[in-house]
């Protein structure tokens, strides 16, 4: 369920997001509608800093593109090889956010998806922050755009939209 999130749920300040307590989770489909594949990437770093005035706060994150797993260990070599992630030359997937959008049904976080060299707009439904005993929980949903994102590779077969949920956890810089 989505929640409008205030200036209550998080105090100001600088975040480090922990890659171990931190998951990406996607879903593919099939070009043909043959069943959904599901898989994980790996956080490598990342920052958030939410400013006094929370429309103002950034995000940024790096996912380790050589972490893609499915459970197919052919499938997932493929995937991280040159024809789609190219992860040996491009090891890191990259976000940036541009903006924070506070308003109804639900706060939205749009920035800069940028993977083998390429980048494309993504926009993340934020549904839930919770407080922990040592800093917050995030979790954010969306629908990627691999292919505007720099992974072209792969469209007779892979359709061109992954479904994602991020659950970061942060603590204090």
Same mark, same amino acid.
């Given at each position: 369920?989505?929640?409008?999130?205030? %200036?209550?749920?998080?105090?100001? $300040?600088?975040? /480090?997001?922990?890659?171990?307590?931190?998951? =990406?989770?996607?879903?593919?489909?099939? =070009?043909? *509608? /043959?069943?959904? #594949?599901?898989?994980?990437? &790996?956080?490598?770093? $990342? &920052? #958030?800093? #939410?400013?006094?005035?929370?429309?103002?706060?950034?995000?940024?994150?790096?996912?380790?593109? !050589?972490?893609?797993?499915?459970?197919?260990?052919?499938?997932?070599?493929? =995937?991280? !090889?040159?024809?789609?992630?190219?992860?040996?030359?491009?090891?890191?997937?990259?976000?940036?956010? %541009?903006? /924070?959008?506070?308003?109804?049904? !639900?706060?939205?976080?749009?920035?800069?998806?940028?993977?083998?060299? *390429?980048? $494309?707009?993504?926009?993340?439904?934020? #549904?839930?922050?919770?407080?922990?005993?040592? !800093?917050?929980?995030?979790?954010?949903?969306?629908?990627?755009?691999? =292919?505007?994102?720099?992974?072209?590779? $792969?469209?007779?077969?892979?359709?061109?939209?992954? &479904?994602?949920?991020?659950?970061?956890?942060?603590? &204090?810089?």
């Amino acid at each position: 369920m989505t929640q409008q999130i205030s %200036t209550t749920d998080i105090r100001p $300040g600088t975040y /480090l997001i922990d890659p171990v307590r931190s998951s =990406v989770r996607f879903t593919a489909t099939h =070009v043909f *509608g /043959l069943r959904p #594949v599901e898989g994980t990437f &790996t956080l490598r770093s $990342g &920052t #958030v800093v #939410v400013a006094g005035e929370l429309r103002r706060s950034t995000v940024s994150a790096e996912l380790d593109a !050589g972490s893609f797993t499915t459970g197919d260990h052919r499938r997932d070599a493929d =995937v991280r !090889g040159k024809h789609f992630l190219d992860a040996a030359r491009w090891p890191a997937i990259g976000f940036r956010s %541009t903006r /924070l959008d506070l308003s109804a049904p !639900g706060p939205k976080l749009t920035g800069e998806l940028s993977a083998r060299g *390429g980048s $494309g707009e993504v926009t993340l439904d934020i #549904v839930d922050v919770a407080e922990t005993t040592d !800093g917050y929980r995030i979790t954010a949903t969306g629908t990627i755009d691999r =292919v505007a994102a720099g992974v072209a590779a $792969g469209r007779a077969i892979i359709a061109r939209y992954l &479904t994602t949920t991020i659950a970061v956890h942060v603590t &204090t810089a």
